[in-house]
């Protein structure tokens, strides 16, 4: 039984800082400033060591620029954040890297001994040169860890606690791991790996508990139901509308605005005063950042994005990491393919600017925005972290690289933990994922042919099959990020514009693989799409849901062809007798009797595999067949339709074992099934907490509204 809000708020005790703390932070204060000044000194003597273009009269100068350079980026970062209210998150982006420039032309122009040899382009290749440097040392000087990062954070969380007072009541964190399964989570834990999130379920103030995620077991579909209580308003991550004639793409911007409107009823799981961070959806949030649906950044101050693009620690050294991790990742996929590790796929091309953007800048400005709404009292927040999935699709879900982005998730819970420990403010912090991954080669890969050219085969048709199969889901948080970009009236806007060269459609910037959005003609008679190991086929010019026995008098081959073949494990489609069924190589499930004749194809998938079906096969816009690819039956490891070796979407291994780790005092009787079921749990949690209303603000605002009209 969880305790009401008011006993809650009792049990923590006042905040009050020991003399001892007090002195222990600033000892680590006054070690920062002499390890950040050590580092700037061996940047300034690297950097008068390798250019001819400048000199000093002496030592002395050079340790009177290391003192001047550290209170010229003191006060830019002051002015930065005072005027961040003025040119908005965008401006804060492009200013604070571009400070970091101008702090070193101020500081070598103003040193009297200084010189320069050259005009004002030896003036900026000075100062590009000891920016890179000075970033470079300072990573090196850490060792590529998160302590500068996090210490940078922590003073300023330290000076804000001083001036703010206590929330009223204990708000909630919650911090998704995308693609993170159960059995894996439990693996690490068990194992040690994860002393943070490990330590809160071995104590005891945490627990964990596995939810079923049911079809489609993929992020958009998983959030909408967490964040929305909408999951059954989406079939996969991409598919076909008929009525429109198009592909719909859940990270794409407008299509994901489109959907979230279908769903929302205005009141989401964050509709009361919390933040979306990170996020497919809005929760219908009213502060929403990086989220694909609004697909804008916050136009006001934000103190997170000041704090990350104006400081050293921040964006300097986000880039100096980038490159270091795209090292990484060449030299991880050489080593797979040196030891002939199989099943693998290709790891090249632009996954591996991919990954450096989301296991570095991305990561570390989510803590940088979680810790702003942290520090301001905001009663939920919710960030999606998607390092992990991003690795295990292309490293596999259980491979030593993808494990080490759970551990560096796992520092960031613990260094989350400490910012909320330093507030006068409590918070409670959720973890949860909203799918796993599944391992496999291929269907490509297996029988050397994609699933497109194999459904060509066995229909009458006039035209190819149009495929929309891309590994676009990692370019969802970039085309966000650069979408907000390219609509902005600034000199920044101009300037994304112009770099983008037509890549910004209808206001939406759209990179990625060419096949994200396939070209579609009024005469398209085949459409078929993948998520994972999940497909959806349509007959484009069938209007509504195509039954069995129609398929079957215009493609009398396709049904059979696609049952019998080795890689698909089961086929569900309408029929008009008995509605969904399942059709497998040696037998049929009727999904709403129960019915079996035959072999059952469902077995093997599990107890919820017939119950999932079922409802992914009654969703709108579902296709007019399913299919779900081969389950092998040792290893669990099934056949994506797309180039991932590790994947999600259909069901079949981890994929569908999503979890939860909650606070102990709150129980759970049930495990839950599916994410609709994670959003009433979490909101009972909310409402136990103090934080839920019975109308949203906006609610109120119309309502008032409508008052005011009528009288």
């Not at 693998?344 to 400005?365: E, K, M, P, Q, T």
């Amino acid at each position: 039984m969880a305790k009401p809000p008011e006993q809650v708020s009792a049990d923590r005790p006042p905040h009050r800082r020991p003399v001892w703390l007090d002195l222990r932070r600033t000892t680590r204060g006054l070690q920062a400033m002499f390890l950040g000044g050590l580092a700037s000194l061996i940047s300034l003597i690297i950097t008068f060591w390798t250019l001819p273009q400048i000199s000093s009269d002496g030592r002395l100068p050079i340790l009177r620029l290391v003192v001047l350079l550290a209170v010229i980026g003191l006060v830019m970062r002051w002015i930065l954040a005072g005027i961040a209210v003025l040119i908005g998150s965008v401006g804060v982006l492009v200013g604070g890297l571009l400070s970091q420039f101008g702090v070193v032309y101020l500081g070598v122009t103003l040193d009297p001994g200084v010189n320069l040899h050259g005009g004002v382009e030896a003036v900026w290749l000075v100062s590009i040169v000891m920016s890179s440097v000075s970033a470079f040392v300072g990573w090196v000087a850490y060792a590529g860890s998160d302590d500068a990062y996090v210490s940078e954070i922590m003073r300023v969380v330290r000076r804000r606690a001083r001036k703010i007072q206590a929330a009223p009541k204990t708000g909630m964190l919650i911090i998704q791991i995308d693609g993170l399964s159960a059995p894996l989570l439990n693996w690490m834990v068990m194992s040690g790996n994860l002393p943070h999130l490990g330590g809160w379920i071995r104590d005891g103030s945490h627990s964990m508990v596995e939810w079923h995620t049911g079809v489609p077991a993929t992020t958009p579909a998983s959030q909408a139901g967490i964040l929305h209580g909408g999951s059954g308003q989406i079939p996969a991550f991409r598919w076909y509308e008929k009525e429109a004639g198009r592909v719909m793409v859940t990270n794409r911007a407008r299509d994901a605005a489109e959907i979230e409107a279908r769903m929302s009823t205005g009141r989401g799981l964050l509709a009361d005063g919390g933040a979306s961070i990170s996020n497919n959806w809005s929760g219908d949030a009213p502060q929403s950042e990086l989220v694909f649906s609004r697909a804008a950044l916050p136009t006001g101050r934000s103190r997170g994005y000041v704090r990350f693009f104006s400081s050293p620690q921040g964006a300097a050294r986000g880039l100096i990491l980038c490159v270091a991790e795209m090292v990484k990742e060449l030299h991880q996929a050489r080593r797979q393919r040196r030891r002939n590790l199989v099943p693998r796929v290709n790891r090249g091309g632009s996954y591996i600017f991919l990954r450096a953007i989301s296991n570095v800048l991305l990561r570390d400005l989510n803590v940088s925005l979680v810790t702003d709404e942290l520090v301001k009292g905001t009663p939920v927040i919710y960030c999606d972290f998607v390092d992990y999935d991003e690795v295990a699709h292309h490293a596999g879900p259980t491979r030593p690289e993808s494990l080490q982005t759970l551990e560096g998730l796992d520092r960031v819970l613990g260094a989350l933990k400490r910012i909320i420990d330093t507030l006068p403010h409590s918070y409670e912090i959720v973890v949860l994922s909203d799918h796993g991954q599944s391992q496999g080669a291929t269907f490509l890969q297996r029988f050397g042919r994609t699933l497109t050219q194999v459904v060509d085969d066995l229909v009458d048709t006039t035209k190819e099959p149009v495929a929309a199969t891309s590994r676009a889901e990692g370019w969802g948080p970039v085309n966000a990020f650069l979408t907000e970009l390219s609509l902005r009236r600034s000199v920044a806007g101009t300037v994304t514009r112009r770099a983008l060269h037509g890549k910004a459609a209808r206001g939406e910037v759209e990179l990625g693989p060419a096949d994200c959005e396939p070209p579609m003609a009024a005469d398209e008679q085949m459409v078929v799409t993948a998520s994972g190991n999940l497909a959806l086929i349509y007959l484009a010019r069938t209007p509504g849901r195509v039954p069995l026995e129609e398929i079957e008098l215009l493609h009398p081959k396709l049904i059979p062809g696609l049952a019998m073949h080795p890689g698909i494990g089961f086929v569900v489609v309408d029929t008009l007798a008995e509605g969904p069924v399942a059709i497998g190589r040696a037998g049929v499930h009727v999904l709403r009797s129960g019915r079996v004749e035959g072999v059952d194809p469902l077995s093997t998938y599990g107890p919820k595999a017939a119950a999932s079906m079922l409802r992914q096969a009654e969703m709108p816009h579902n296709g007019d067949i399913v299919l779900i690819s081969r389950l092998d039956e040792y290893t669990h490891e099934v056949a994506a339709f797309e180039e991932l070796v590790g994947c999600h979407g259909g069901i079949g291994g981890w994929q569908t074992e999503a979890v939860l780790v909650h606070p102990r005092r709150w129980q759970v009787d049930e495990p839950p099934v599916g994410s609709d079921a994670v959003h009433h749990l979490l909101i009972s949690w909310l409402d136990q907490l103090g934080q839920r209303t019975e109308e949203s603000p906006a609610a109120r605002v119309a309502a008032s509204t409508d008052a005011n009209l009528e009288a």
